[in-house]
């Protein structure tokens, strides 16, 4: 076996033969597929000064130019000369006569300036022989732990190689434990056969058969823990020494899978260790687990039914007085050798999410927990948002930041993502149903119940009380025909609204690990899925009885839709989770310090109806710890600007000083004839346009940009797509060129389509659209293409590649501003120019989010076309208030150098017609 270092070797070697269009800038090599454009080579060299200067980098590269295998070069390539540098100073380090020297050749490489060998400082005063004692004891031990990494690292290398040698070895495994649990089931049944015949029901209280797996266990807080000296972290599978990774994330599997087969095509695809981390949602194979359809109780179940495994192996004979009359099953796929070879198999080669699970229902181990395995040996691990993003998930998933590299891709929205992830609501139904189904079971199986248990579920029915209470309701009456006099929303700070509620006594952070804990949810879930909502009671009270309308309530909750309710086509909505879970969420919110979020009240004519919002003001509380552990932060997208949000909302209130920032913007391939942006002030009958609230209803205003689509789809070949502020206005804008006949006269050219409401549809829309499109550039038919109706912020302006003749025009018509009168929105603008200075000549902070939010939309919308080199398109901007420099200055870069302002619609209908009759029909030119 050859040692570490030669190993590298040989693979920077092997990169290097096999990269034939590999580049070297500024003395660093870059294997590339393929000639890099010179943008992706800036973009590359910038990126390792970042990561190799351990800074937090913004960058910017529009869609088309390659960002995806940039990153992955680049990242990969400062990961390798890293690891590199490391073993070099491993190997010298353990030189005989040699040690470590702080800034010295043998000091290991380090995210940080050297530092003391230890964290304790040194007192004044001490004798130098007292301090070289210390300091070689130091470096002594630096060696020792040099040296058992060292065998750790050479074993997973031994491990691998094996598994690699002998691929067969999962699936004999897999096959041999199916054997024994077949065999184990078998003497299982003989063996209940025969205790059925020999024994006689139970003398306890009766219970239902299976009923006890619903009672809480004995709770021990967290402090009884600690004085007992029982920890109950599991932390035996995560023990493995976790190497120098790169994090990678973005918002949706469909984009993970993309940058999966791009490393997969890459220099670096045959020699980086991958994983792919996902939720049970997408990871596990269990058919019963699965079947519960939502992700909390899908992950409420997992976490039980290992739970149960761990109670029959470690039930001994010394409790026989609580026999269970039904041993709840542990998943056959959570065995430990098989997740092991799993992992094995996973660190062998990349595999997708969909390989993966595929993997594991063939080797009979669980994709979820192996994926989870294969995290500290991995060099790249690949992640949705919320994974990295929500601190509880991250621990959960045993992910370590410390020291390591994160790059968020697709990070235009990241700000919204992290407030949306810890902002949450819950209504009033909800509230009154987990009263109820908590009451019930406490009812039930009270006398059972250790005193701890009873304490913190009468916490939990208080706060659920006065929860509904200051909603102006009655816990104990049914919430929809709770007619409420007051409506409207109102807006409270944590405190002010805790001692509203009169709440403020009750400790939350302990009611909070105790949900955490004792999983009373999911056993309350389990409870009304096995009795329903309403037990009958042989005791029950006057008030029980008045209770009836209420149970009424709760029972049609409980009930799934009829199949009258049902879109045709659509399938059966996941089981509902127990309510209790959603109020799980917003007790954890009302955590958070009490300047960093706030509570809305949203009474709306019934308690019902009417909701208790959590909403995050400072995202930046919980991006802090990212920014803190890691080594290198790298933000990164399409279309980053404005990146002041990013710089004042995100790294400098997480504590991110100015000058450990970096920006990269790099502009487009395509040559700079092959985009016309148009920023057009007024109509073809001169009427000025200005889409504001006040404005944008005017018929003639309406009517305005009914006339200028007429004229630019008679020049506009193949596809346009044209977006609207809000579904609203499209719906409106759209009946009155009906009215008007404007409808009629587009469609001569352009056959019209519409973006849908319903998400399950907008795949149809885009599918007829494009197949109209062929059609009509290929039969030569009287129209010449469609025109699409879009909406800002809706499924069509993210993630859709009109590319080509798909997208020939992207028109944006007025400005999309979000709605200044949602309380939501007025909180936050209040919270900024509270926190954050003004700057002098600028507006001040909460007007600028404002504007960067509408920017941002339009930003996105209009980067929907232009997706290669040889693309072209014209960007057509319908608003006079486009041509100011301040949002101009907000524009993509590759975008603002090349934009014609037009005060009048002749110039841009002349320049509109020359466009693209040159690069239709380049050779009449």
């Not at 958070?592 to 019934?606: C, H, Y």
Request: charged share 25%; proline share 5%.
């Amino acid at each position: 076996m050859q040692p570490p270092l030669a190993r590298l070797g040989e693979t920077v070697l092997r990169l290097r033969a096999m990269a034939d269009e590999s580049q070297e800038v500024g003395g660093i090599h870059f294997p590339f597929p393929f000639p890099p454009y010179p943008i992706q080579k800036d973009f590359m060299a910038e990126l390792y000064k970042v990561l190799e200067a351990g800074k937090i980098g913004i960058f910017e590269s529009p869609t088309g130019t390659g960002k995806s295998l940039s990153l992955i070069c680049g990242a990969l390539s400062w990961l390798r000369d890293f690891e590199q540098k490391r073993l070099q100073a491993e190997a010298r380090l353990l030189a005989p006569g040699t040690g470590p020297t702080c800034g010295g050749q043998n000091s290991l490489p380090s995210s940080s300036s050297c530092q003391e060998p230890s964290d304790t400082p040194r007192p004044g005063g001490e004798p130098d022989w007292v301090t070289e004692f210390v300091q070689k004891k130091e470096e002594r031990d630096l060696v020792e732990r040099l040296k058992e990494e060292q065998v750790k690292r050479r074993k997973r290398e031994e491990r691998l190689q094996q598994v690699g040698q002998d691929g067969r070895r999962l699936k004999f495994a897999a096959k041999r434990m199916k054997k024994e649990e077949e065999e184990t089931e078998t003497l299982l049944r003989l063996s209940r056969e025969m205790l059925a015949e020999g024994t006689g029901p139970e003398r306890l209280e009766q219970l239902e058969c299976g009923e006890e797996e619903l009672l809480l266990a004995e709770y021990e807080s967290d402090e009884e823990r600690r004085a007992s000296g029982v920890d109950d972290d599991d932390e035996e599978d995560l023990e493995e020494e976790h190497i120098t990774k790169i994090y990678y994330c973005s918002r949706t599997h469909s984009q993970l899978a993309q940058f999966i087969h791009e490393v997969r095509k890459s220099p670096f695809g045959k020699e980086t260790r991958l994983v792919s981390l996902g939720s049970r949602q997408n990871l596990c194979v269990n058919e019963d687990v699965k079947k519960l359809g939502s992700v909390q109780l899908m992950n409420d179940r997992c976490v039980d039914m290992q739970r149960s495994k761990h109670e029959k192996n470690g039930a001994g004979e010394d409790k026989p007085k609580r026999r269970r009359t039904k041993i709840q099953t542990s998943c056959p796929f959570h065995n430990h050798e098989q997740m092991q070879l799993l992992r094995d198999e996973i660190l062998l080669e990349v595999k997708d999410m969909e390989q993966l699970v595929a993997l594991g229902k063939e080797a009979r181990a669980c994709p979820y927990y192996g994926s989870r395995f294969a995290i500290p040996a991995a060099q790249l691990v690949v992640l949705p948002y919320p994974m990295l993003l929500h601190a509880a998930t991250r621990q959960a998933a045993g992910i370590r930041l410390q020291g390591q590299v994160v790059i968020i891709d697709e990070a235009h929205n990241l700000i919204d993502t992290i407030t949306n992830i810890y902002s949450t609501e819950v209504n009033g139904s909800q509230l009154c149903q987990a009263y109820s189904q908590l009451l019930q079971y406490m009812e039930r199986y009270g006398k059972r119940l250790k005193a701890k248990n009873l304490m913190y579920i009468k916490q939990i029915l208080y706060l659920l009380e006065k929860f509904v209470a200051v909603l102006g309701g009655n816990v104990k009456q049914n919430p929809s025909t709770q007619s409420l006099l007051q409506t409207g929303s109102e807006l409270k700070s944590i405190n002010d609204f805790l001692f509203q509620s009169q709440v403020d006594n009750i400790n939350l952070f302990k009611v909070q690990r105790y949900l955490e804990k004792s999983m009373v949810s999911r056993k309350l879930f389990g409870f009304t899925e096995r009795f329903g909502v309403v037990l009958p009671s042989p005791s029950a009270s006057q008030e029980n009885r008045h209770l009836d309308g209420f149970q009424h309530f709760l029972k049609s909750l409980q009930s799934g839709p009829t199949e009258d309710s049902l879109e045709e086509g659509q399938a059966t909505a996941p089981r509902p989770a127990s309510p209790l879970m959603h109020i799980e969420a917003f007790l954890a919110a009302l955590t958070t310090a009490n300047q960093d979020g706030r509570v809305i009240l949203s009474r709306q004519g019934s308690v019902g109806q009417s909701s208790l919002k959590f909403l995050l003001l400072n995202p930046a509380v919980h991006f802090a710890q990212v920014v803190k552990e890691c080594r290198a932060v790298v933000i990164a997208g399409g279309t980053m600007q404005p990146v002041s949000d990013f710089r004042e909302q995100l790294l400098a209130c997480s504590g991110v000083e100015a000058e450990r920032v970096v920006e990269f913007s790099c502009g487009h391939v395509i040559p700079p004839d092959n985009i016309l942006p148009l920023i057009i002030c007024s109509g073809p009958s001169n009427q000025q346009l200005e889409f504001t609230y006040q404005r944008r209803e005017l018929p003639q205003m309406m009517e305005e940009t009914g006339r200028i689509l007429c004229n630019l789809c008679n020049v506009v070949p193949g596809g346009v797509v044209c977006f609207f502020p809000s579904y609203e206005y499209l719906c409106q804008v759209h009946a009155h060129w009906d009215k008007t006949g404007l409808l009629a006269r587009l469609s001569v050219k352009k056959k019209l389509f519409q973006e849908p409401k319903r998400a399950s549809q907008v795949e149809q829309v885009l599918m007829e659209y494009s197949k109209c499109i062929t059609c009509c550039i290929q039969a030569g038919s009287h129209l010449t293409g469609a025109l699409l109706l879009s909406v800002v912020g809706g499924k069509m302006s993210e993630g859709i590649n009109f590319s080509d003749d798909l997208g020939r025009c992207v028109v944006m018509v007025g400005m999309p501003y979000p709605n200044l009168k949602s309380p939501e929105l007025q909180e936050k603008m209040a919270y900024l120019d509270q926190t954050l200075p003004r700057t002098r000549g600028q507006a001040p902070p909460g007007k600028l989010l404002v504007e960067n939010l509408c920017m941002k939309a339009v930003n996105q919308s209009i980067g929907r076309a232009i997706r290669h080199q040889r693309d072209f398109a014209s960007i057509v901007l319908l608003d006079h208030r486009y041509a100011r420099p301040a949002v101009l200055a907000k524009l993509p870069a590759w975008i603002r150098d090349r934009v014609e302002v037009k005060a009048t619609f002749g110039p841009a209908f002349a320049a509109m017609r020359k466009f693209h009759r040159e690069k239709s029909h380049p050779s009449l030119v």
